[in-house]
């Protein structure tokens, strides 16, 4: 067989896409787009995007060519946002607009935002008036809002109207919606006053108004509200697509399912760069450059650096007391290290309760109560472990120097875990920046202090 034959594929994604690969690579270097065609014939449209992905924007650019033109819209849209952006930089106008006039109103929205300004002064001549009125609009949307990511591909529907009219008014509007399997019904001045669904409309019978099969409860987002906020109304109602509406209460667009799963996927990526003090990357970390990840990293390392010579001033004032007791040195990394894992879990979990909702600010007392308590349990629970190490290795009076330290360091660990989040909340800062290095080089510094401090006491050391 030459390496153009095709081979069965196994049903799997991996195995899919390496022939695609393959078949891809074999064109690009002689042209012969046989087994192209057929390979791409079988092809999802999201599996050929992330083959594209894969490779320059020049040789992408060449590849989509060779894709028949009824597609090239739908796998332009599953590529990555810079992909997108660097093939638009290097496709003439004509066929950039051919696949922007064919993407869904919200993708191509996106790609239009993330061009220079140049480059849509290029574009939008080419484009139909309407396409650039809905261009221009959506785009005016500020990013991070509900409008930024909805779409104005939608079907609406007269509340006057009977099941079968309109079953016929959604076969005309539904080659241009995004979906059609809830609709909205609108009143004359276009606010949404209920919801129908497909399914209700195909099992009644014909002259069924669909006032009495529309939910008159309509659950929706003003254009201006957070994405967020878009993203969890449709999580928590289990909606297909949500009703976005401008100030005077009018249908402007929906949210569907899958931007909001979009939404949450960076939503959930920027949170955990922060619990890790990192800020977003312009690229995915596989095209990322050394440059720009020692960026992205060296700020946060650096000031924590500072952060711990607290730890040392600390350790330097009980030298005497780390003099008469070496023993003590040995239970240092143990009791810190617990401090600054008690703490990262109790802001892995403040951080998330926060970010869902599922705590706001009014509940600190009683989410500090009840840390408390979890707090001063676990640090008894982990003393009783640790003292039996201490009787061993140092005696009694060592024992009870790292029990008691242990159960100290592990409530202040838990307490700055929960606590500084609602600070940073309250501050209107991200609570994701109370990460676990923060958290960490908080508690270490304490614990330090409550350790040493400890001993000095008990130890009769204080001379």
Excluded at 12 to 28: F, K, P, Q, S
Excluded at 57 to 74: F, G, H, K, T
Aim: charged letters at 20%; a negative charge; glycine letters at 8%.
């Amino acid at each position: 067989m030459t390496k153009h034959t095709i081979h069965q594929t196994t049903g799997t994604l991996d195995a899919g896409t390496l022939t695609l690969e393959r078949a891809l690579a074999d064109w690009l270097a002689d042209g012969r787009n046989a087994a192209l065609d057929a390979v791409v014939a079988r092809s999802h449209d999201a599996d050929i995007a992330q083959t594209l992905n894969l490779l320059t924007p020049a040789d992408a650019v060449r590849s989509l060519r060779a894709i028949a033109q009824e597609r090239q819209a739908r796998v332009f849209g599953y590529l990555d946002a810079r992909q997108q952006t660097a093939m638009a930089g290097l496709m003439e106008r004509g066929a950039l607009a051919a696949i922007v006039s064919a993407m869904s109103h919200d993708e191509r929205t996106d790609l239009f935002k993330a061009l220079e300004r140049d480059e849509q002064a290029h574009l939008l001549p080419a484009l139909a008036e309407a396409e650039r009125e809905d261009l221009n609009r959506l785009a005016a949307y500020a990013e991070g809002t509900a409008g930024s990511i909805m779409t104005s591909d939608y079907a609406v529907l007269a509340p006057d109207l009977t099941a079968g009219q309109a079953l016929d008014a959604l076969r005309m509007q539904a080659p241009g919606s995004e979906t059609i399997y809830e609709v909205c019904v609108v009143d004359a001045q276009a606010r949404p006053i209920g919801t129908v669904e497909l399914r209700d409309l195909v099992l009644a019978m014909p002259q069924m108004p669909i006032a009495r099969l529309m939910h008159g409860f309509v659950v929706s987002v003003p254009a201006t509200a957070p994405r967020e906020e878009a993203a969890r109304q449709i999580a928590r109602y289990d909606l297909i697509a949500l009703p976005v509406i401008d100030e005077m209460g009018r249908l402007v667009g929906i949210v569907t399912q899958d931007d909001a799963m979009d939404v949450v996927e960076e939503e959930a990526t920027e949170d955990f760069h922060r619990v890790g003090t990192v800020p977003n990357l312009s690229a995915s970390l596989r095209e990322a450059g050394i440059g720009m990840l020692y960026r992205a990293r060296i700020t946060w390392l650096i000031l924590l650096v500072f952060g711990n010579i607290l730890s040392g001033l600390g350790i330097a004032y009980f030298e005497d007391t780390i003099s008469a007791y070496v023993v003590l040195v040995f239970f240092l990394p143990l009791l810190i290290g617990s401090g600054g894992n008690a703490g990262s879990q109790s802001a892995t979990l403040m951080v998330r309760a926060l970010a869902t909702g599922d705590v706001r600010f009014s509940d600190f007392g009683r989410m500090l109560s009840r840390e408390i308590v979890v707090a001063v349990s676990l640090g008894l629970t982990m003393a009783v472990a640790v003292s039996v190490l201490g009787a061993v290795r140092g005696g009694a009076e060592v024992a009870l120097v790292v029990a008691l330290a242990m159960t100290l360091i592990v409530m202040i660990g838990s307490l700055v875990g929960m606590t500084l989040p609602f600070l940073l909340q309250r501050f209107r800062l991200d609570p994701a920046t109370a990460s676990a290095p923060l958290v960490t080089s908080i508690t270490d510094a304490a614990g330090v202090l409550v350790y040493f401090g400890i001993a000095t006491a008990l130890l009769n050391l204080g001379g």
